[in-house]
Structures are given as structure tokens and as C-alpha cells.
């Protein structure tokens, strides 16, 4: 069975930093595109990150280029995604969630952690 | 960017009923579209993908259709547990992006 479990959110002042964490297991994570998605709450989904399933490319939201970072450790099956110069609007609820496709960069979302808080605040 | 719109804001339905729930994209996404459920304090829960394909386990009152721009969630004969929030999702292209969502709520 196919499990995402994210770790590592909390409160963080303006200008902050935090790092996410998600941990797979039921499939191969070497093998799949992984991507960061945020829920605001109250409101709508909004796509963070992504990288690739052997971590040649990572591709960012504009609203967080350059402050964030996603990287992997396939040898520790998990997945990571640093947060810098936070700002109060990325308060949200952050998903970890998986590619539907093998090695493949193109595909839907097809299963989804149950989400990791952060709260940007002062 | 893709924009993703769903209408309608808010569906007012009764059990037994049938719900039709619309999503347009500002550009053609081909059928590379997928619906997602999510409940309150629940992550999204996939129904459909490639615009008109069953997820695992979702049951067969759901189904969805269109291709290019306009997409429909219908979900045929409503049960208690399908009252929720529906979001489309379009992965044609970069960055992959979302409708606002759909309430489906008891009328």
C-alpha cells in the first residue's frame, strides 16, 4: 500500500526557515517524480515543487523560486524540501505527493500524504 | 499558466440526485486532466484521470468526460459520503495548476 507521511512543519517567524520532510513506502521511490503541492487554508491547492525520480531536475512555483529547495535521498527513500525567507502567504498545509508514471516526468498525482503544517507567523 | 475555473462555486444537492460539476482550462490541456475529492482535514483523494478514467476503488457513480477545454465530474445517484470539495487538475503542461474547487453540499 502506497504511503506518503510528511514531518517537519511548525511555526516559523517571517523571514525563517524550515525544512520538510516526506517518507515513502508500498513502491519504488527511486522510480518516481515526487512533487510538493500547498493548500492555504480555507482555499484552493497551489503545485510547489517537483523533481525528478533520480533528482536530475527540479522544477519551482514562481511564487517560491529561489527561496525553496527540493532535493532527495534515494538511499534514505525521502524526500526534502527547504524553505527559506518564509513569508506569512506560504502559511499552508504541504502535500507530498506521487507521480502516477514510472521515470516518467508527465502524469497525474496519484497518491498524496496527509500534509505537514507550517504557519508563518509573528 | 494554464487557468483552471470551475463552475458552479457551490452545488446544493439531495441524496439520490445527480451532481454535474464543470472545469474549464484557459488553453487546451488535451485529456490531461484529473479530479480530485478531499473532505474536510483530508488530503485530495484521486477519482479520475486522463479526463475520463476510474481511479482504483472509486465507485462506478463517478465518471468524467470532455477533452481540450471543458471537462465534466458527474457523479450519477449522490450518497452521504460525496458531499465534499472537487478539484480539477490540469498536468498538460508547467506549471501543473488547479481549479478554485466545487462544493457539493446538502441541500
Known amino acids: 500500500q502506497v504511503q506518503l507521511v510528511e514531518s517537519g512543519g511548525g511555526v516559523v517567524q517571517p523571514g525563517g526557515s524550515l525544512r520538510l520532510s516526506c517518507a515513502p513506502s508500498?513502491?519504488?521511490?527511486?522510480?518516481?517524480?515526487i512533487h510538493w503541492v500547498r493548500q492555504a487554508p480555507g482555499k484552493g491547492l497551489e503545485w510547489v515543487a517537483s523533481i525528478r525520480f533520480d533528482g536530475s531536475n527540479k522544477y519551482y512555483a514562481d511564487s517560491v523560486e529561489g527561496r525553496f529547495t527540493i532535493s532527495r535521498d534515494n538511499s534514505q527513500n525521502t524526500l526534502f524540501l527547504q524553505m527559506n525567507s518564509l513569508r506569512v502567504d506560504d502559511t499552508a498545509l504541504y502535500y507530498c505527493a506521487k507521480l502516477s508514471v514510472e521515470r516518467h516526468i508527465w502524469g497525474h498525482l496519484d497518491s498524496w500524504g496527509q500534509g505537514t503544517l507550517v504557519t508563518v507567523s509573528s | 499558466e494554464i487557468v483552471m475555473t470551475q463552475s458552479p462555486a457551490t452545488l446544493s444537492v439531495s441524496p439520490g440526485e445527480r451532481a454535474t460539476l464543470s472545469c474549464r482550462a484557459s488553453q487546451s490541456v488535451s485529456t490531461n486532466l484529473a479530479w480530485f475529492q478531499q473532505k474536510p482535514g483530508q488530503p485530495p483523494r484521486l477519482l479520475v484521470y486522463a479526463a475520463s478514467s476510474r481511479a482504483t476503488g472509486v465507485p462506478a457513480r463517478f465518471s468524467g468526460s470532455g477533452s481540450g477545454t471543458e471537462f465534466t465530474l458527474t457523479i450519477n445517484s449522490l450518497q452521504s459520503e460525496d458531499f465534499a470539495v472537487y478539484f480539477c487538475?490540469?498536468?498538460?503542461?508547467?506549471?501543473?495548476?488547479f481549479g478554485p474547487g466545487s462544493k457539493v453540499d446538502f441541500k
Open positions: 508500498g513502491f519504488t521511490f527511486s522510480n518516481y517524480d
Open positions: 487538475h490540469q498536468y498538460n503542461s508547467w506549471p501543473f495548476t
